[in-house]
């Protein structure tokens, strides 16, 4: 069992930035591709970066490519977003999720620990 907590949300105004982050509990993260997921009220949950197991492979949405870019740190049990020049689109509650092993990192499906979330809401 894999524990994830998310951190780093808040309320910030259009054009700042926001680095989140999300801790594992597991000695064995590296083993883990590691994701983000942003839902929006009304809206369905959408992935939005992506990193390998091996963390020399990375996927950015369209939405947010450009602006975002998700990280890790193996030795700190601990995966990042940057978020540059947030949007008020930008405003959901954003998770991130755990795939052993997980080759198709840039796939939905597969993820099999999720933390709780964090919101960001973006004003204008």
């Known amino acids: 069992q894999v524990q994830l907590v998310e951190s780093g949300g808040g309320l910030v105004q259009a054009g700042r930035s926001l680095r989140l982050s999300c801790a594992a509990s597991?000695?064995?993260?590296?083993?883990?591709?590691m994701a983000w997921f942003r839902q929006a009220p009304g809206k369905e949950r959408e992935l939005i970066a992506a990193?390998?197991?091996?963390?020399?492979?990375?996927y950015v949405a369209d939405s947010v490519k450009g602006r975002f870019t998700i990280s890790r740190d193996n030795a700190e049990n601990t995966v990042y977003l940057q978020m540059n020049s947030l949007k008020p689109e930008d405003t959901a509650v954003y998770s991130c999720?755990?795939?052993?092993?997980?080759?198709?990192?840039?796939?939905?499906?597969?993820?099999?620990?999720w933390g709780q979330g964090t919101q960001v809401t973006v004003s204008s």
């Open positions: 999720a755990a795939g052993r092993y997980k080759l198709n990192y840039y796939a939905y499906a597969g993820y099999d620990y």
């Open positions: 597991t000695r064995t993260f590296s083993t883990y591709s």
């Open positions: 990193i390998s197991w091996t963390g020399g492979n990375t």
